[in-house]
């Protein structure tokens, strides 16, 4: 069986497991929602609970024994029509359905072992790199010493740099010299599980470059500073000889203290939760992954959010992390306000502007970006920074300095 094979049958296993597993998680719910409307009220002690679990209990069993049975047969189909499912190249329509979906479910795709989750690598025109040096000469035939690491934000992928005909990293290619390699990872997964990995390839990948490395930057979208930071962490911790390779980190629109977009979701949560009647539909709010729930304060550490329900009720209980020292870091925000008229600026649909540039009203907590390593970008969205050419040409004179 050819790769590209493979990977159709893994798509295909993968997403009848998924379907399989929500099956049975909307059976839970509905038998829930169920129980909890005919079980009589509260005050008289939900007296009918024990009639109505002995009338559902059989149905609902029923209907998860044929769902195990149905998903058993379609995991053995797959296996045994793979010779017969050709070789369609994937492309970047299933490469950005998979960013998505690995976004909001990566960890319990990774936990569960199901194909679909994303396995970090670096890539060059989207194909893995080979962390050898014969490899990687064959890949970059004009090799140089001057790396830039492009690492996406959440639920991306490395092929949507290239967006609108731009792509950032060809630019500075072309302008400045770099040899461009582009971070592909599972955004659902925990920042600082992220970082720890990526810290890994960034040692192999220096040690095996087939030329010396004089510098080496990071460009970062999005949840992408995040994981940067938390690389540059990791990377320390470990004595890894391309953090002292580092020079320049930029971060376009990351949220440095978070993202209310997320905050949003978890007060969808205890909204559901506050009583027994719709309790059961909380559970749907749930499914936003561990990478998603990062992003609600900005955690890049373990200890930002191991021990805690990380969708518990809680105030701002942010996590203290600073630049990495002896890296020249740049931060750009984004606002759909159109231009600067004196009052507060709207964020860029995602991030706000005060959390891309690591302010905090807690002075003790806000990352020292220098104010000429700063800019806002006006009159544009979070995705824009990935395109606009203002956006560019402050990216390209950061770098040239």
Known sequence: MTRKTRSTVDDLRGASRLAVEATRSVTDLVEAMQQGIGAGPDLLGRPLLGPIRLLTGPIYGSIRLVTRLVGASVDGALARLAPLLGESAPGPDRQAVLAALNGVLGDYLAASGNPLAIEMRLRSGGHPLAL?????????????????????GSCLDDLQWNRLGHDHGVA???????????????????????????????????????????????LAHSMGGLVARSACHAGE???????????????????????PLERGGHWVDLLLGSN?????????????????TDLRFGNVLDEHWEGRDRFAHAGDRPG?????????????????????????????????????????????????????????????DHLDLLSRPEVYATIEAWLSA
């Open 276 to 292: 027994r009647y719709s309790a059961p539909l909380a559970r749907l709010g749930k499914i936003r992954s561990a990478g998603v």
């Open 172 to 218: 500075l290619a072309r302008a400045l010299g770099f040899t461009p390699v582009h971070l592909h990872y599972n955004t659902g997964l925990h920042v600082s599980t992220n970082g720890r990995a990526f810290a890994g390839l960034l040692e192999r990948l220096v040690a095996a470059w087939p030329a010396p490395v004089e510098e080496l930057t990071i």
């Open 320 to 380: 203290r992390l600073e630049l990495p020292a002896g890296v020249a870091c740049y931060a750009m925000a984004a606002t759909r306000t159109l231009r600067e008229a004196g009052g507060p600026l709207a964020s860029d649909g995602l991030v706000p502007v005060d959390s891309a540039l690591g302010r905090h009203q807690d002075p003790a907590l806000t990352l020292e970006f220098p104010a000429d390593h700063q800019s806002i970008g006006f009159g544009m």
């Open 132 to 152: 050898e040096a014969p490899a990687l000469r064959a890949a970059f035939p004009r090799v140089g010493g001057r790396l830039l690491i492009l690492v996406h």
């Open 237 to 259: 911790a470990a004595g890894h000889a391309w953090r002292r390779r580092l020079r320049r980190l930029v971060c376009l629109g990351s949220p440095h203290h978070g993202a």
